[in-house]
């Protein structure tokens, strides 16, 4: 044996002791899991609802878990920027993503997203669930949702709904209610929610599908009429308001409300995404997460990884055909 093999051979045997002693090492991030700080990166500028309850949730799992949650806005092409880069991390638990619906529908908007939401993370948990309400401007002159299905049928495009962009939680609202009832309805893009509320108000556009909490303000100032809102029940804030399910209106991906969530890159262990789903259920009991998260028209939540990943994914499909039968095309 030559003096190169040699030294071959031991720079061989020294690594493999180097990575024997390594193993528990290695193995130590999930069974001490959380070592150190967790990140949750939020694909929304800050201020947003996908921020504000990633905030309210992460306050109280930090606590649970005993590391520091950092938030991370990373706001850009409608989403996409942040989720591709969370899909991109170490699935070690120490990234997770804040999400909403536009997570499964912005893969079917755009060409190159950089994520497929079912192959790229796993589920962590629900986090919370609002609901949209349908606000129409006080001179439509109709008094409940069939009634302006008919009016609209009647006068083509003359009922026009703004939306936030194509993807948004209000858009898939209205996309759902036009697909429900085949209303004679434009879909009017807008810069913003809060621009569409105003026009309505003004009188300038006919509805949007937004929060109880901005329509019921403005419904008890006379300044629009609530004509319905999704989910199953109705709601202890609007009480005389039907849902649209009361009203015969099944509206496919919205029927359980406007839901939030959180997710890890595909690969993270089991036994972390265990520890983190553990946490967000004792979150979502935690009097004081309950209390911010209603105090932003929010409802708390929470569910297993599986029944995450089947909304997920049956989502995914909805939303795919959804938006192929109102041609709208990948750009």
């Given at each position: 044996m030559n003096l190169r093999t040699t030294r071959l051979l031991a720079a061989v045997a020294g690594s493999l002791a180097l990575l024997a002693n390594l193993g528990p090492a290695l193995a130590q991030p999930a069974d001490d899991y959380p070592s150190r700080p967790i990140t949750v990166v939020v694909p929304y500028p800050p201020g947003g609802p996908p921020d504000v309850i990633a905030r309210i949730v992460a306050s109280s799992m930090e606590v649970q878990l005993g590391k520091a949650i950092i938030i991370e806005n990373k706001?850009?092409?409608?989403?996409?920027?942040?989720?591709?880069?969370?899909?991109r991390q170490h699935a070690d638990g120490y990234t997770l993503l804040a999400v909403e619906p536009s997570f499964v529908v912005v893969p079917n908007t755009q060409l190159k997203p950089g994520y497929d939401p079912v192959k790229d993370f796993r589920p962590v948990s629900l986090t919370g669930r609002t609901f949209h309400t349908l606000g129409v401007a006080t001179n439509v002159p109709v008094a409940n949702v069939q009634e302006l299905v008919k009016y609209a049928n009647a006068h083509p495009e003359d009922i026009k709904i703004g939306h936030s962009g194509i993807g948004t939680p209000p858009y898939l609202s209205a996309l759902s209610f036009l697909q429900a009832t085949d209303a004679k309805i434009l879909l009017v893009p807008y810069r913003g929610t809060a621009l569409v509320v105003n026009d309505v108000v003004g009188g300038h556009v006919s509805g949007v599908f937004t929060g109880p909490s901005t329509t019921a303000a403005l419904a008890k100032q006379g300044k629009l009429k609530i004509l319905g809102i999704t989910g199953r029940a109705r709601i202890a804030a609007?009480?005389?308001?039907?849902?649209?399910?009361?009203?015969?209106?099944?509206?496919?991906?919205?029927?359980?409300?406007?839901?939030?969530?959180?997710?890890?890159?595909?690969?993270?262990?089991?036994?972390?995404?265990?520890?983190l789903?553990?946490?967000?259920?004792?979150?979502?009991?935690?009097?004081?997460?309950?209390?911010?998260?209603?105090?932003?028209?929010?409802?708390?939540?929470?569910?297993?990884?599986?029944?995450?990943?089947?909304?997920?994914?049956?989502?995914?499909?909805h939303w795919h055909d959804a938006l192929a039968k109102a041609g709208v095309k990948p750009e």
């Open positions: 706001p850009g092409a409608a989403t996409a920027l942040g989720t591709a880069y969370a899909a609007l009480p005389d308001v039907p849902t649209f399910l009361e009203s015969g209106i099944e509206m496919k991906g919205v029927n359980d409300g406007i839901w939030f969530g959180l997710v890890a890159p595909a690969g993270t262990p089991d036994t972390i995404i265990a520890k789903n553990a946490a967000a259920e004792k979150a979502s009991k935690d009097k004081a997460v309950i209390e911010k998260l209603q105090a932003q028209g929010i409802d708390p939540a929470w569910t297993t990884p599986k029944a995450m990943g089947d909304q997920v994914a049956g989502e995914a499909a």
